[in-house]
């Protein structure tokens, strides 16, 4: 079945000197998600001196490996980014788990359950020609959770989720609107502003200032990571609690050397022999973890910022968790996971990600996550309210998202045509000019949530969409939301050339609540560079859709 679309779009010719390649606009004002700290962006550090990483390599000889791979320093610039003030805990996590169904973290299982299947494993024959092995839970996990019972025990609801795989950080990212930290960005957020910091308070090694067992007195007791914001003198200035010695934290950013890597060559045990070389552990398909965890031995090594690990993907650790990020440019996260998800075929097209206009919206849970009703299906378990928990380990501005909703627009990067050749290409085949996403079903065009391509068709043409609703007589626009047919035509103001230019340039979006209406005005670069196609999509939404603080 074709779907139908019926939109504005009004197409000018402008000057573009401030949309070339790169250009860099500035981030917009706050607002941004709950729970996120905004931080500047500017030069950031990553890794060691190599000569430092000698140093300690020939005093901890047991992480040659990573070690070699955190030098040398490498420089990088950051754009400004918002972050999680904690880590994600298991109580945020459970809303995602109890709304999306997806598998709960092994450290949930009802323990009587596990213990059952376990004798039952242990107490099974093997098959013929089978090797029994040892029993392995999370492998029982990922094939019976459905079946069994799980809960979240009220003493670690604040403490980081962990046994998270990255694919399970990457979708509950996704699921909130926002995404991983890059390794830059998880460094310049730890770093808080200076170049030289060991440790986000500072130089010095201070152990009562993080979660790791050997530090504070606990002596090694502790089987688990506290609570979140538990130890506030470990905190940055931006107010961006527990980066190092709590968990382990996934970034987005592949396992990978540094510029200028080669491998580490420190002074052997004996003295009569060569120097000791030392390869780190490159090319496993790893991503890059920081922070070291409450588990970690040597924490003043481990829980330095610059030392990094690379995780396998499929990693699901008891001190491996997560804090989410965000592009401060509404929309654009999710508009470029929905894209990348998508894996349609539009060779040779680049999307203007980096320009992206969009609204976007949170809810934040109330009360106890289990009471939410937002999974009819999924098992409920009675624990105790948020409301009634320690008030230790609270981080300020805290909440736990319950939905996101967006609509958000990218531009192409650039076109193939210049003046009139876009009118002319375009008679012949619709021009895509960019993405759409929206989490909102549209009046007009009527169209379901989606993702769809935004292309121009010019009136003159033949009509080649052969859709019966196509009228060659006017000019209008294609909406066709990827993996589905093509969409019908829809009719569209005449293009025209305006005199007032400068508007046209950054993009802007016009949102009118009550009317349910939201326009976007955005431009895109010609093949000629020296001007660009200005156009504006204007959609409807069903009355109360747009109702709501959104942030743009």
């Avoid at 980014?81 to 299982?109: C, D």
């Avoid at 009587?112 to 494993?121: I, M, P, S």
């Avoid at 780190?280 to 610059?306: E, Y």
Wanted: with cysteine; net charge neutral; charged share 25%.
């Amino acid at each position: 079945m074709k779907r139908s679309s019926r939109a504005l779009l009004a197409v000018l010719l402008v000057p573009a000197p401030a949309l070339e390649p790169g250009h860099r606009q500035h981030s917009r004002p706050r607002p941004g998600p709950p729970g996120l700290v905004a931080v500047e962006g500017g030069r950031t550090v990553l890794g060691t001196r190599r000569e430092e990483v000698i140093a300690l390599a020939e005093r901890h000889r047991k992480f040659l490996g990573n070690l070699a791979g955190e030098q040398p320093q490498a420089f990088v610039p950051v754009d400004d980014f918002w972050i999680g003030a904690s880590e994600v805990t298991n109580e945020q996590y459970e809303v995602f788990v109890r709304a999306g169904g997806r598998r709960p973290p092994l450290h949930w299982a009802d323990p009587q359950v596990l213990e059952r299947a376990r004798r039952a494993y242990l107490g099974r024959p093997p098959e013929p020609g089978s090797q029994h092995g040892k029993w392995e839970p999370e492998e029982w996990w990922r094939e019976h959770w459905r079946e069994a019972s799980w809960s979240v025990p009220p003493e670690i609801a604040r403490s980081p989720v962990v046994h998270v795989s990255f694919e399970d950080a990457e979708v509950y990212a996704r699921w909130a609107g926002l995404r991983l930290p890059t390794e830059a960005e998880w460094t310049r957020a730890a770093r808080d502003g200076e170049e030289d910091h060991a440790y986000p308070w500072g130089r010095e090694w201070r152990g009562e200032a993080c979660a790791n067992l050997d530090n504070a007195g606990r002596g090694g007791k502790e089987a688990r990571p506290p609570s979140i914001g538990s130890f506030p003198g470990g905190a940055t200035a931006e107010g961006v609690h527990d980066l190092v010695g709590s968990v382990w934290e996934w970034t987005s950013s592949p396992y990978r050397p540094f510029r200028g890597y080669r491998p580490l060559e420190i002074s052997p045990l004996v003295k009569s022999l060569p120097p000791e070389r030392i390869e780190a552990p490159f090319g496993q398909g790893g991503r890059v973890a920081l922070g070291g965890s409450f588990a970690t031995r040597v924490p003043s090594l481990a829980c330095r910022i610059g030392s990094r690990a690379g995780i396998d993907t499929a990693g699901s650790l008891p001190d491996l968790g997560f804090r989410c990020a965000w592009t401060p440019r509404a929309g654009q996260d999710s508009l470029q996971a929905a894209a990348a998800a998508g894996r349609f075929d539009l060779a040779g097209t680049e999307f203007a990600f980096d320009r992206t206009l969009g609204i976007e919206r949170w809810e934040v849970a109330e009360g106890d996550p289990g009471e939410l009703g937002v999974a009819a299906e999924a098992a409920r378990e009675s624990r105790p309210s948020a409301a009634s928990l320690p008030s230790a380990g609270r981080v300020p501005g805290y909440a736990a998202i319950a939905t996101h909703r967006t609509v958000a627009f990218a531009p192409v990067r650039k076109l193939p045509f210049a003046g009139a050749e876009v009118r002319r290409a375009a008679r012949e085949k619709a021009v895509v000019l960019g993405l759409l996403l929206t989490d909102l079903p549209l009046l007009d065009p009527p169209l379901p949530p989606g993702l769809y391509t935004v292309a121009f068709r010019a009136k003159g043409g033949r009509g080649r969409e052969r859709d019966p609703h196509d009228d060659p007589t006017r000019d209008r626009i294609l909406l066709t939301g990827v993996g589905l047919p093509p969409a019908r035509v829809a009719r569209v103001e005449p293009p025209e050339e305006r005199a007032d230019l400068q508007a046209a340039l950054p993009g802007s979006i016009a949102l009118d609540a009550a009317a349910g209406s939201l326009r976007f005005e955005a431009a895109v670069l010609t093949k000629s560079e020296f001007r660009a196609l200005g156009f504006a999509l204007e959609l409807r939404f069903p009355e109360g859709a747009l109702s709501g603080a959104w942030v743009r």
